[in-house]
Nanobody, 123 residues
Framework: VQLQASGGGLVQAGGSLRLSCAASERTFSQYAMGWFRQAPGKEREFVAAIGWSDSSVGYAGSVKGRFTISRQNGENTVHLQLNSLKPEDTAVYYC?????????????????WGQGTLVTVSS
């Protein structure tokens, strides 16, 4: 499956962005999806994950309550709504996919990755 992430940009602290990840796979509904981010000089870290439906989600503690992951299976798309952004949220955000049931919070669990979209939060 090919993944195309979009929606990044420059925003002031406290602002919002909506990231999208479009998948090329017709069986997208059978893929667990995740978002990760990598800040300059830091390792890639887990942000959010979603299973086959919106009822199965997971978040990193640093974003819980501020970010929301959702999916639209009919459009082969997963979204990440970023609210109350902080300068420390600045990073390249990547979407990832794995054809499996469940949610997965480690990068090693995913087989397919998008190219990343840059989010910059100014103070």
């Amino acid at each position: 499956v090919q993944l195309q992430a979009s929606g990044g940009g420059l925003v002031q602290a406290g602002g919002s962005l909506r990231l999208s990840c479009a998948a090329s796979e017709r069986t997208f509904s059978q893929y667990a999806m995740g978002w990760f981010r990598q800040a300059p000089g830091k390792e890639r870290e887990f942000v959010a994950a979603i299973g086959w439906s919106d009822s199965s989600v997971g978040y990193a503690g640093s974003v819980k309550g501020r970010f929301t992951i959702s999916r639209q299976n009919g459009e082969n798309t997963v979204h990440l709504q970023l609210n109350s952004l902080k300068p420390e949220d600045t990073a390249v955000y990547y979407c990832a996919a794995r054809r499996a049931l469940g949610i997965f919070t480690t990068a090693e669990a995913y087989d397919h990755w998008g190219q990343g979209t840059l989010v910059t939060v100014s103070s």
